[in-house]
């Protein structure tokens, strides 16, 4: 059984052997974000090297592709038609799992430095990165909706797509910043870092970044969560001291 | 200043905030009326995501009525007993009401039926009240003692009860029904329920609009306190820092606007909130009948 094992294991490096022949290394200029009060997004540099044995291969240049995503989760997507002169939601689909944050940077144009195929099986490309299985049959065209949903979060900075945004230089350094917006949901967001020659993807890296509440924002948080009744008692006590301290204070500058 | 705010997890502008409440808290302690119908979606517009804008903008009327009625109470403004009463229809309704939002939840387009009922509510009202406030006034220019306390179906009903702040004697159940019927509005909308009170208070039960205004404050107080708690215990959804931000503006707001409320006559005070009501009204209505520029709204899962 063992020597089975070893076999196997030596195969599967065999395999893979020829993948390894370039990789990442990793430098991030943080690996966690505190949410503070006065949190107004974040830039995070992504920098790192390409680690190879040999020397750098002949041919199309390596490129990088730097994709960071917050958590995901299921959305509904509507959409408005008018019916009897109002605008009403009339058809919806369910999105099953969308980020909440997606950014793709990458040292080339996307189409260029990733073949499609490579995009499906890795998920990289924004519109690849929603997963959207089945809208209800009434519904032809379930591909409008994920790309309202696209728009509407390229919108706000939430999905962002930036193109030679990636440096790269003499094929083994690169570095990028990713800038988080100030409207950021907590997780593990997941950094993945894509080398590709050709459109093929030749190496991937990844890695999280934390994204957590701190502090006064912590506690607030987790009472909400932990002890509503609490926290719903104290949001009403302080609007009634609130209220009585500025009628208090009135009533001093009158008397 | 930006401020990132714990529950509705975006950041938003400290002052922005502290002035919102302060405009909308003068026009709470001018008028009556929470000013819910106001704050809410104003709260939209900046981008707080609406089932916390609700939750939220319950909890900061709490802080804004308390300091208007106690300016009130020391003027003795406020009729108590009537608040009393019609508060215990005010609870009662806000119980229902929540049944009734959880049920059209469940059957989708929840969403059009709030605007709709703003649209009605805020219509009829605004337009009743402009109308009459405007003849009140062309009558007190001819010199016409304005006509008061006529007498009519509401005062041949039975359990009468005397309301002395008010001046009236009246049977309990036309403000029992009131408050009902508000508080029903009131957990649909998301809103006190101030400006159906108001009105209902001073066409329907014929009180004074003096005393109206305490009273109304004093029993959103109570609708609003009980609207929030529901929400931070079901729906997690209020936010404690933007609700000290909005009510830091509101309760300064409030004491100024009740003092500005006392210098003014009844009916220009009626007109201006008639006016106030209409634009909002016209607003939302608008929404409705115009071409969005963004047919697609993205929301969380049903059923999450």
């Known amino acids: 059984m063992p020597r089975f094992l070893t076999a196997l294991l030596a195969l599967s490096l065999l395999c893979t052997g020829p993948l390894w022949a370039e990789e990442v290394v990793l430098g991030l200029s943080k690996d966690k974000v505190s949410i503070t009060t006065s949190f107004d997004g974040s830039d995070i540099l992504i920098f790192g090297a390409v680690k190879r044995e040999k020397a750098i291969p002949e041919g199309p240049p390596i490129e990088v592709i730097v994709t960071v995503a917050g958590p995901s989760m299921p959305l509904t997507v509507r959409r408005k038609a008018k019916r009897l002169g109002i605008w009403v939601n009339t058809d919806a689909v369910e999105v099953d799992r969308a980020p909440s944050f997606y950014a793709v940077q990458t040292s080339g144009p996307l189409r260029e430095v990733l073949k499609d195929v490579e995009d499906l099986r890795h998920k990289i490309s924004v519109p690849r990165a929603i997963r959207s299985v089945g809208a209800p049959s009434n519904i032809s065209d379930a591909e409008s909706f994920t790309e309202a949903l696209i728009r509407i979060r390229s919108r706000s900075d939430l999905y962002q797509l930036r193109e030679d945004a990636v440096t790269v230089s003499e094929q083994t350094l690169f570095r990028t910043a990713v800038r988080l917006p100030a409207a950021l949901t907590e997780g593990d967001y997941v950094t993945r870092i894509f080398l590709t020659r050709d459109g093929q993807v030749i190496s991937s890296y990844d890695t999280t970044i934390d994204v957590q509440k701190v502090g006064l924002e912590r506690w607030l948080f987790e009472l909400s969560r932990g002890q509503p009744l609490l926290y719903g008692i104290m949001s009403i006590a302080i609007a009634i001291a609130a209220g009585w301290a500025a009628s208090a204070v009135f009533r001093m500058f009158r008397a | 200043m930006q401020i990132y705010l714990p529950i509705a997890e975006v950041s938003v502008n400290a002052f922005l905030l502290l002035g919102l409440g302060g405009i909308v808290g003068i026009l709470s302690g001018m008028f009556g009326v929470g000013g819910g119908f106001l704050m809410t979606p104003l709260l939209f517009m900046i981008g707080i995501p609406p089932a916390v804008a609700v939750a939220t903008e319950a909890n900061q009327i709490v802080a804004s009525s308390f300091s208007g009625v106690l300016a009130h109470l020391k003027r003795k403004t406020v009729d108590l007993r009537m ?38 509510f805020l219509g009829v009202i605004g337009g009743l009240m402009f109308i009459e406030s405007l003849n009140a006034i062309r009558k007190t220019k001819s010199g016409k003692p304005p006509a008061r306390k006529k007498h009519n179906w509401i005062h041949g009903l039975p359990f009468k009860m005397r309301f002395r702040v008010s001046g009236l004697y009246i049977s309990v159940i036309p403000p029992l029904l009131v408050g009902v019927a508000v508080g029903i509005l009131a957990a649909i909308m998301g809103v006190g329920g101030g400006f159906i009170m108001v009105p209902a208070m001073i066409y329907l039960l014929g009180m004074p609009t003096k005393v109206v205004v305490g009273t109304s404050l ?87």
Request: charged share 10%.
């Open chain 2, 83 to 120: 608040g009393t009463v019609l508060l215990i229809g005010g609870l009662v309704g806000a119980a229902l009401g929540v049944v009734v939002f959880n049920y059209l939840k469940a059957q989708g387009q929840v969403d059009l039926l709030v605007k709709l009922c703003y649209v009605v």
């Open chain 2, 218 to 304: 004093f029993q959103i107080i109570f609708v609003t306190g009980f609207t929030t708690l529901l929400h931070a215990t079901t729906n997690f959804t209020v936010d404690i820092v933007l609700a000290v931000l909005l009510l830091v503006g509101g309760v300064i707001g409030a004491q100024i606007g009740t003092r500005i409320g006392v210098k003014m006559k009844a009916e220009q005070l009626r007109i201006l909130l008639a006016l106030m009501v209409l634009a909002v009204c016209g607003k939302l209505a608008l929404d409705l009948l115009l071409m969005p520029s963004e047919l697609y709204s993205v929301g969380a899962a049903a059923g999450h």
